[in-house]
T-cell receptor
Framework: EADIYQTPRYLVIGTGKKITLECSQT?????MYWYQQDPGMELHLIHY???????EKGDLSSESTVSRIRTEHFPLTLESARPSHTSQYLC????????????FGPGTRLTVL | AQSVTQLGSHVSVSEGALVLLRCNYS??????LFWYVQYPNQGLQLLLK??????LVKGINGFEAEFKKSETSFHLTKPSAHMSDAAEYFC????????????FGSGTRLLVRP
């Protein structure tokens, strides 16, 4: 069973607010990922990290930023939230050895009014 | 480039009936293949995965999938559907060891009728 946590689970905020979505894992995985998922749609990779101080943008352009100061922690920040950011955000981590299975957190459902 | 196609955005079965969710992939190298399940307001849970070796893979909750290289398919089956199987199912492919990326299909919502 994978131990990966996301907080908050639900967030409703007003336009222009700065928010940080938290993601932590206790498995010691070097690789971590952020996906964006609109209702009934596939997942799109927006950020990933190979390890501490390593972050890269994914396939889907995003106005969010990430940091990786500690192995277990991979927060995502929106400096100024807009209604277009309304979505579900899923964090994942992977073991690094083939097949590098990704394990997911429960997600944060963000609504920007 | 690798891609995943899931045929049928919605599949409806009766309780006790066979479940068949279809997944076709394209990959230029031997792939790693995954099935995930997502319950409402939850993250994704790994059902099963194919790496190498035996082409019939068994997963949790009675699900299994068969890798067919000639058909580039990895269909998910379960002999007898339960009401608790109602969820969204995602097929995903990773193109060997050279890529970090996991490419997801668009998902299939399974509905189970009483």
């Amino acid at each position: 069973e994978a131990d990966i946590y996301q907080t908050p689970r639900y967030l409703v905020i007003g336009t222009g607010k700065k928010i940080t979505l938290e993601c932590s894992q206790t498995m010691g995985h070097d690789k971590m990922y952020w996906y964006q998922q609109d209702p009934g749609m596939e997942l799109h990779l927006i950020h990933y990290s190979y390890g501490v101080n390593s972050t890269e943008k994914g396939d889907l352009s995003s106005e969010s930023t990430v940091s990786r100061i500690r192995t277990e922690h991979f927060p995502l920040t929106l400096e100024s939230a807009r209604p277009s950011h309304t979505s579900q955000y899923l964090c994942a981590s992977s073991e690094g050895l083939a097949p590098d299975t990704q394990y997911f957190g429960p997600g944060t459902r963000l609504t920007v009014l | 480039a690798q891609s995943v196609t899931q045929l049928g955005s919605h599949v409806s079965v009766s309780e006790g009936a066979l479940v068949l969710l279809r997944c076709n992939y394209s990959s230029s190298v031997p792939p790693y293949l995954f099935w995930y399940v997502q319950y409402p307001n939850q993250g994704l849970q790994l059902l099963l995965k194919y790496t190498t070796g035996a082409t019939l893979v068994k997963g949790i909750n009675g699900f299994e999938a068969e890798f067919k290289k000639s058909e580039t398919s990895f269909h998910l089956t379960k002999p007898s559907a339960h009401m608790s199987d109602a969820a969204e199912y995602f097929c995903a492919v990773r193109e060997g060891d050279s890529s970090y990326k996991l490419i997801f299909g668009s998902g299939t919502r399974l509905l189970v009728r009483p």
